[in-house]
Each structure stands twice: as structure tokens, then as C-alpha cells.
């Protein structure tokens, strides 16, 4: 299984961009994907997830502000992201498991400005 991330960039605090993470797998629907980050320094954390039954569940730190979706078809999930903070500083990475895994993706860097 391999995933890749992108979207990832330089954006100012108040910005709103979208993550994408492509996955080489045969059957992507069958497959629980999420998100997290780590900042500078810091421990990975759990952002959000998308399971295959169509529930989503947030970190409260970004609840309200992004937004995971998925696309089965293009074996693809996506992250939105709105209203930036300079907190959400961060290399983001897309995970997928099912009876096996997780496996992770490579990361994408997202730096909010302020």
C-alpha cells in the first residue's frame, strides 16, 4: 500500500487549503483513512478519520474548522482545511488501515503565517 500527499504549502492564518492523499490500493472503500500531524518538536496527533461505514471524527483542536472526505472511486481522501491558525503548523500525513496496516503516507508540510 502506498499513499501520497499533497497540497501542503506556505498559507497565511485564515487560509483554506486542501490536502489530498492518493492511495495505491485495490479496494480503497474497504479501507479506514485519517489524517495527523506533527509539529516542530512535537508528537504525531491524530487530526481526523473516515471509516468505511461513512462516520468522521475530529480532534476537538480542529473541529468545526476541517473537513474529511473522501472520493472511493479515485481511491483518494482529502482534507479541508479552514480558518488556519498558526498552530495547525505542521507536516500532515494520511494513514489507511483495515485488518492490516496502518500504513502512512510520506507527509505533506503545511506552515501558517500569521
Known amino acids: 500500500v502506498q499513499l501520497q500527499a499533497s497540497g501542503g504549502g506556505l498559507v497565511q492564518a485564515g487560509g483554506s487549503p486542501r490536502l489530498s492523499c492518493a492511495a495505491s490500493?485495490?479496494?480503497?472503500?474497504?479501507?479506514?483513512v485519517a489524517w495527523y500531524r506533527q509539529a516542530p518538536g512535537k508528537q504525531r496527533e491524530f487530526v481526523a478519520a473516515s471509516t468505511t461505514g461513512g462516520t468522521t471524527n475530529y480532534a476537538d483542536s480542529v473541529k468545526g474548522r476541517f473537513t474529511i472526505s473522501r472520493d472511493n472511486a479515485k481511491k483518494t481522501v482529502y482534507l479541508q482545511m479552514d480558518s488556519l491558525k498558526p498552530e495547525d503548523t505542521g507536516v500532515y500525513f494520511c494513514?489507511?488501515?483495515?485488518?492490516?496496516?496502518?500504513?502512512w503516507g510520506q507527509g505533506t508540510l503545511v506552515t501558517v503565517s500569521s
Open positions: 494513514s489507511a488501515a483495515r485488518f492490516e496496516g496502518p500504513y
Open positions: 490500493v485495490t479496494i480503497f472503500s474497504s479501507y479506514n
